[in-house]
């Protein structure tokens, strides 16, 4: 069946640090493509999302590019800071739904 | 600003003693659904509605039921809950299909005494 791998956090920075989260998926046809944030205590915001091979989406400094020949949606930021500490989900969607399918989630730490 | 709005933001019941969490969205998105989520965890779709359509899922706890009077409102319902029913609960919608996010409220955090 559909799945996403993340990779496990917590993931631990120094401000201004690069930051890459992987994310690989297994699904039936051609997903589209998200990640979510998810600050402590609150709901989940769209972070990017991509619908179709070679897409690249960015919103706030990250980036992520769509990946079908690796299955693969990794998620980038050349300069985080410490306001981006939060938790990240990569999440795919179900063929033929109207369903996500999340990753377990990376914990983001960002300290001056 | 369009949004999905959830109340209560936090909810505190006792073991057992039934309770409604409830969400409305000004977005008039088809779908609408509800996730729980525990801590440092994913969160877990329990069900959703496109339209009137009701969707459970698989594994959702017959403890848990859903209504949706309108486009706008949608209810979670517990009806016993259990401690290991605390949690936080998600709302979300989305015009449907594969393309479209799904856009979140900000959560009800249940706690069980």
């Known amino acids: 069946g559909d799945s996403v791998t993340q990779m496990e956090g917590p993931v631990t920075l120094s401000e201004e640090a690069f930051l890459t989260i992987n994310c690989t998926y297994t699904a039936t046809g051609y997903p589209s493509l998200f990640w979510y944030v998810q600050y402590p205590g609150e709901g989940l915001q769209l972070l990017l999302k991509a619908t179709k091979a070679d897409d690249k989406g960015s919103n706030k400094g990250f980036e992520a590019t769509y990946r079908k020949e690796t299955t693969s949606f990794h998620l980038e930021k050349g300069s985080v800071q410490v306001s981006d500490s939060a938790v990240y989900f990569c999440a795919p969607s179900s063929y033929n739904t109207d369903k996500l399918i999340f990753g377990t989630g990376t914990r983001l730490q960002v300290f001056p | 600003d369009a949004m999905v709005i959830q109340n209560p933001r936090y909810q505190v019941t006792q073991f057992g003693k039934p309770v409604t969490l409830s969400c409305s969205q000004t977005?008039?998105?088809?779908?609408m659904y509800w996730y729980q989520q525990k801590s440092s965890q994913a969160p877990k779709l329990l069900f959703h509605?496109?339209?009137?359509?009701?969707?459970n899922e698989a594994d959702t706890p017959d403890n848990f039921q859903s209504r949706r009077p309108n486009t706008s409102f949608c209810f979670l319902d517990i009806r016993s809950p259990g401690l290991g029913d605390a949690a936080m609960y998600l709302c979300a919608t989305s015009r449907g299909g594969t393309l479209n996010e799904q856009f979140f409220g900000p959560g009800t955090r249940l706690t069980v005494l």
């Open positions: 509605y496109y339209d009137k359509d009701f969707n």
């Open positions: 977005l008039n998105h088809n779908v």
